[in-house]
């Protein structure tokens, strides 16, 4: 009878909070595994600090640069010596999320807001891990939530928490907006790395996002889906503006709709990587059901030689 009650026990659902633990401790590994695994030495080669900063002095050895011998020193103490410097790595990761109701969609077994969660939990790992600090923006077409940057892993963990369980007001996007708040809210501050996550279905955003380029180093990633840019031959289907809510009843059979639905994210793509271009940005395209690390990796190992 004893056996028998455990059983039931463990069979019990899980409540919402042990779901949510969980997924956060899924999260938390996998992100965990891919910082220490893959991207070693990566991240930081690839946003180093904001310069150098004085350390010590030292007697001069053969090779140094004599451009750092401290003269005051050395006519002091009747030897040569030499200034030490190391590099300072306090930086600011901040991650802007799109929450609008375009990322819930997904095939390959990942909506867009699952991945742009995966990729936000990787990065921001990356940056606990090199003692960086990171923060957080929701957005939609209003500001959703904002979470100042800090340092460590709690803060880390409840970083992974809201990219799970956060739900927005709004369904809508607005770019812009978002861009303007952070800008506002930066105006004093050191510059940051900023990582921009969307699926960019939306205009009017460059001047704004040209304003963010002159003063941080901005980053996008826009996010997409197979189906985003092809429409499956399914016959007569009604489809809905998830962001608007209506509805329109279409043929997917006709050749001309076909055509229309990838054009239309043919030149939001465009769009996208012509902003960031005018901007002095980067942009990174990732679909879902790929292997987001090997993008991100590529462009670590290129941005790391530039620099």
Excluded at 105 to 121: D, P, R, V, Y
Excluded at 191 to 217: C, G, N, P, Q, W
Aim: glycine content about 4%; proline content about 1%; charged content about 30%.
């Amino acid at each position: 009878m004893l056996f028998s009650k455990k059983n039931k026990e463990k069979e019990q659902p899980l409540t919402e909070e042990q779901e949510l633990q969980k997924k956060v401790r899924q999260l938390e590994i996998r992100s965990k595994k891919l910082t220490n695994h893959i991207f070693t030495g990566e991240y930081h080669s690839a946003f180093r600090g904001r310069g150098m900063s004085f350390k010590e002095v030292r007697e001069y050895e053969e090779g140094d640069d004599i451009r750092f011998i401290d003269w005051n020193v050395s006519a002091r103490t009747n030897n040569t010596y030499s200034k030490l410097f190391e590099e300072e790595r306090e930086i600011s990761i901040f991650l802007m999320v799109d929450s609008s109701a375009s990322n819930l969609f997904g095939t390959n077994g990942q909506s867009k807001k699952n991945l742009i969660a995966e990729i936000c939990a990787t990065l921001a790992f990356s940056a606990v891990k090199n003692n960086d600090k990171v923060g957080l923006l929701f957005f939609s077409d209003k500001i959703e939530k904002f979470i100042p940057s800090k340092k460590g892993r709690e803060h880390g963990l409840f970083l992974l928490r809201e990219l799970i369980n956060f739900k927005p007001a709004s369904a809508q996007t607005d770019i812009k907006s978002a861009l303007e708040y952070v800008n506002n809210i930066s105006k004093n501050k050191h510059k940051s790395i900023i990582f921009l996550l969307s699926d960019f279905v939306d205009e009017r955003y460059l001047e704004t996002l040209r304003v963010m380029a002159k003063k941080h180093e901005v980053i996008g990633i826009q996010v997409f889906d197979r189906y985003d840019s092809v429409l499956p031959d399914v016959g007569l289907l009604e489809i809905e503006d998830i962001e608007t809510g209506q509805t329109m009843l279409i043929d997917t059979h006709s050749k001309f709709t076909q055509n229309s639905y990838g054009t239309q994210f043919q030149k939001i793509s465009a769009d996208a990587i012509e902003n960031f271009r005018k901007a002095g940005a980067e942009l990174l395209q990732v679909s879902t059901g790929e292997d987001f690390i090997k993008v991100l990796r590529t462009f670590f190992i290129k941005r790391s030689r530039v620099k």
